[in-house]
């Protein structure tokens, strides 16, 4: 946050972009965007702090609470439904003992719409890691490399 000077001097674009590259300087050294964060980040760029919750929350890559080590994200869109997405999940669910929208300090588990590999559904996202014309049994050796498992 130090360098939000130099970001101002060296940055041509909208002030909104100035934004989003401090929010991804909080979301890359804290792993989430706490309101303590967005309070200093206000401060700072002398906007308030529902224009910055604003402007995170228009992105899906900004989180407002701390992630598990592990997150799988499960594409959901309609190409990945028609490929047995919907029954890998069932499958995940079980595996993991964990449904859908929970999670705890280890893994949690979310749907997704469109992780941009429709050619090779169905997906699933672990942290930054994309895995692609998933099984049931690829899935199981995926969350056990994983040490999801």
């Known amino acids: 946050m130090n360098n939000i000077k130099n970001k101002k001097k060296s940055s041509n674009g909208s002030k909104k972009k100035l934004i989003i590259e401090h929010l991804h300087d909080i979301q890359a050294k804290h792993g989430f965007i706490s309101e303590k964060e967005l309070k200093k980040l206000s401060f700072q760029t002398k906007k308030s702090v529902a224009e910055l919750y604003e402007a995170a929350s228009s992105y899906a890559y900004f989180s407002f609470e701390k992630k598990p080590e592990k997150l799988i994200k499960i594409c959901d869109s309609p190409v990945c439904h028609l490929k047995g997405s919907e029954n890998l999940l069932k499958h995940i669910e079980k595996l993991i003992g ?10 949690g588990l979310e749907t997704t719409q469109c992780l941009g590999l429709c050619d090779q559904a169905p997906v699933i996202q672990i942290n ?7 099984t049931k049994d690829k899935i199981a050796q995926i969350l056990k490399k994983q040490k999801i498992l």
């Open 98 to 107: 964990i449904k859908v929208g929970n999670k705890n300090s280890k893994v």
């Open 128 to 134: 930054d890691k994309f895995y692609t014309k998933l």
